[in-house]
């Protein structure tokens, strides 16, 4: 394990969460959901918990991963170690949704669940932090523009500024899923609860954008 993220949480002792080198998806997807968490001080005591391994698995995909705590933060790896301490296996597009009952303690399934599902960011917060993060994309186009339904009517947050624009339209929760990497762009865009106004090659670009911001890379 090299790769480090240490998060401050609120009102307590930062956490190290660490990854390893070339992680695969999963576990980057998990680094990145419990530093999230770390950072707005979602579930402290169990991101602080001295001891414990937690195997998380795809319902429809090989992928796997395990979660050790330990006195010096949270590992995540890839793979399942031998007689984990409690096994979950989860829909990885629909924010680790359950797809079985737990296997092992239900008390530390459930506590790494809630986890592995932090509140989500204000919509236009995580356009503008998702914007921040992705705009020296080659190809990501000048402006980007989400659009909502709000209480008196449609509400919308430009970013940006220049010739091209990429339009993205939905209800704020799926808005902010997306713009979060809680939810993965193309999956969302596949279900029809997203609405996109852009080229093709504009979608690759923003595929590989949602890309760097679910798994952080």
């Known amino acids: 394990m090299t790769a480090t993220a240490t998060a401050p949480l609120a009102g307590v002792a930062e956490v190290d969460i660490r990854i390893e080198d070339d992680a695969s998806p999963i576990v980057r997807l998990i680094g990145r959901t419990l530093r999230d968490s770390a950072r707005i001080g979602h579930t402290p005591e169990t991101l602080q918990r001295s001891a414990g391994t937690v195997a998380i698995r795809s ?11 330990g006195p010096n933060g949270v590992d995540v790896s890839g793979g399942v170690v031998p007689e984990p301490d409690t096994t979950v296996t989860v829909d990885l597009n629909a924010r680790f949704t359950p797809a079985a009952d737990p296997t092992g303690d239900p008390d530390l399934a459930r506590d790494v669940l809630q986890a592995l599902t932090p509140p989500l960011p204000n919509w236009r917060e995580a356009a503008q932090r998702f914007w921040d993060t992705a705009r020296s994309l080659p190809g990501m186009p000048d402006v980007l523009i989400a659009v909502t339904e709000g209480p008196d009517g449609l509400e919308q947050a430009v970013i940006g500024a220049g010739s091209t624009q990429y339009l993205i339209a939905g209800d704020r929760d799926t808005l902010a899923g997306v ?5 993965d762009l193309l999956a969302v865009l ?19 954008a949602s890309w760097k911001v679910r798994y952080d890379v």
Do not use: C, N, W
């Open 59 to 69: 319902h429809d995909t090989p992928q796997a991963a395990t979660i050790a705590f």
């Open 179 to 183: 713009f979060s990497g809680a939810d």
């Open 190 to 208: 596949f279900s029809g609860v997203l609405g996109i106004q852009g080229t093709l090659s504009q979608l690759s670009v923003m595929t590989g």
